[in-house]
């Protein structure tokens, strides 16, 4: 993944795509381009403007995956060095849908569809299926409440909403019925083993201008201000280097399986998807215990996109640029909804009333590596 670097770059945009962003996210990563455009020494320039930039090649931040070879080569996406983000060739490859097997007799299987992926991961991932059919979707149910309830996952949604765990028939058929079915049929749906007592690691790395940060970490879970449980942030233990200089730390053993699996889950990526290209990828791994009492681990998702975490990230890119000699630190992401006093050292990147969600604030803050805390 490391890549050549590209021609130094003199620009940084925001490359809008399909996914339509809140408020506090456009201005999250409005503030994240003009980090990242100090690190490349370049200048923040606001969003992609495809006839202001034609012929130039800035360096994007898109909003999401991007998808296609072809979208790619039109935006002179030719490695790492030109861009914060993923590119894959098929929608599917972008979602959950990318992490768990078809049925045996599926009836729709997606362009581009890889056996060779989950054969290779199959040990980084848990018990599940991807389904692209209303009918697939109620066998592959069926099949998996035999063995205890099923988590059903629409690919699309973030932070944790829209997921159901159904634990009959019944509930699998409303579960269903409530999915938007052109969207499974363009993206996905995962049913996947409900496991309880979950902690969520998170694994990662990013590369820009020329510094690769590898890490591992944790999420914190919180309330949305319509009382839905959802993502409220990641705190990051960060090194200098590849994941090979993570593993070199005093890990539990928890977290040394979520590193190892997310390295395995990666490497059938490189493997199986000879196009894939990211410069930033997070991988978030559950550890919990099924119906049957087993304790289980496994790759929840990918995201080879800006995400929840990359405040963070980018914080510690900053610092690492800052002192070439720091081979460590700690930082963390927060989403605070509702009122909120924030501490003394947050580095506030959205505090107010976002029009879709609400009261929100986010913000980062920066310690000292201690694997104690």
Known sequence: MSGSRSTAKSEVVLLATHKKLATHETV?????????????????????????????????????????????????????????????????????????PLLKDATAQPPGWSERFFEEAADAVLTGFSVFNEADARRAGRHLLKDGPVRVKPVLATAGRGQ????????????????????????GLVLE????????????????????VSYHGTQSLTQDNNGETVYGGSQLWLVRGDYDELLKLDLDDDVRR????????????????????????????????NSRGEVCSGVLEQSWRIGGASPAEVE?????????????????????????????????????????????????QVQPYDRTQ
């Open 258 to 289: 979520s590193v190892t699996q997310a390295m395995s889950y990666e490497k059938a990526a490189l493997d199986c998807f000879p196009d894939f290209l990211a410069s930033r990828r997070n991988y978030d791994i559950a550890h919990g215990t």
């Open 164 to 187: 159901v765990v159904v634990n009959s028939e019944a509930d699998l058929d409303k579960a269903i019925a409530d999915q938007d079915m052109a969207e499974v049929e363009e993206w």
């Open 193 to 212: 083993e409900d496991l309880s007592d979950v902690i969520t690691y998170s694994v990662g790395q990013v590369q820009v201008a020329g510094i690769m």
């Open 316 to 364: 510690a890119l900053v610092a690492f640029a800052a002192d070439p000699a720091l081979q460590r630190i700690r930082a963390s992401s927060h989403e605070i909804y509702g009122q909120t006093t924030l501490p003394a050292d947050a580095h506030v990147l959205y505090e107010g009333d976002d029009p879709e969600v609400g009261l929100i604030s986010k913000f980062t």
């Open 28 to 100: 999250v990563q409005q503030a994240l381009g003009e980090r990242i455009a100090r690190l490349l020494g370049a200048r923040f320039v606001g969003a992609y403007d495809p006839a202001l930039h034609k012929g130039q090649a800035p360096y994007y931040i898109p909003s999401d995956t991007l998808i296609g070879k072809k979208e790619g080569d039109a935006l002179n996406i030719r490695s790492v060095d030109d861009f914060f983000g993923g590119l894959i060739d098929y929608p599917f490859m972008a979602t959950k849908a990318i992490s768990h």
